[in-house]
């Protein structure tokens, strides 16, 4: 009798897992038991999405930064470039305004007093503005700094004192020029040229210093 019971219990078990094999033959596959996650394995898989977010922001903001400061320093060295020519341009163009007064006087052996002839605008302590393009004279700059006065770039790509207009915009570079003559030797006169611009809210200046001596 206990055998009998042992073979049907045998039977009743093997027909059991029989019916359940094919119950799990006709789930689909997202119903299937080794498909479902704890909750355990779903939250460490959120911190893994959030970690990867995390490090994928980081990779693609560093360049970034990278090349704003690369661009910001280039655009930084131009200006102090080009400012620095326009400094060098304002010492020639008072050079240019003494060799053409010795053309001028030479011939008649004028006084040395005359040799800074078209530049008293510019004499110390006053400070002025000059046009190396030949549209403006040389003006006195009323505050000291000249900053109401601009260099303007002209459609031709000239850097002038004119009116500013559609076709000659102003620039945020200032130029002021100072001569100071020396009072122990008249004949000799120190020009001093400043080129100041701000750029990132930061100021920056330029500077050019020469010497002039009366030729006459």
């Given amino acids: 009798m206990s055998m009998m019971n042992k073979a049907l219990s045998l039977e009743f078990g093997g027909w059991r897992r029989t019916r359940a094999s094919a119950a799990d033959a006709h789930r689909s596959p997202l119903q299937a038991p080794h498909f479902k996650l704890a909750a355990s394995q779903r939250g460490f898989t959120l911190i893994e999405t959030m970690v990867a977010i995390a490090i994928l922001t980081i990779a693609l903001v560093g360049p970034f930064i990278v090349a704003e400061s690369s661009y910001q320093a280039a655009a930084a060295a131009r200006d102090q470039l080009t400012a620095s020519y326009l400094a060098q341009e304002g010492i020639e163009y008072v050079r240019s305004v003494r ?33 190396a393009t030949g549209n403006a004279a040389p003006s006195t700059c009323t505050d000291g700094t000249c900053a109401a006065e601009p260099l303007n770039l002209s459609s031709t790509g000239l850097y002038n004192q004119a009116s500013p207009s559609s076709s000659n915009l102003a620039t945020k570079f200032v130029r002021k020029v100072e001569v100071t003559v020396n009072p122990s030797y008249p004949d000799e006169a120190e020009v001093t040229v400043t080129v100041s611009w701000s750029s990132a809210h930061r100021q920056f200046t330029a500077t050019a210093t020469d010497h002039l001596f009366n030729w006459l």
């Fill in 99 to 131: 060799d053409d007064n010795y053309l001028v006087l030479y011939p008649a052996r004028a006084t040395s007093g005359q040799w800074l002839n078209g530049l008293s605008a510019c004499l110390a302590p006053k400070v002025c503005t000059v046009d």
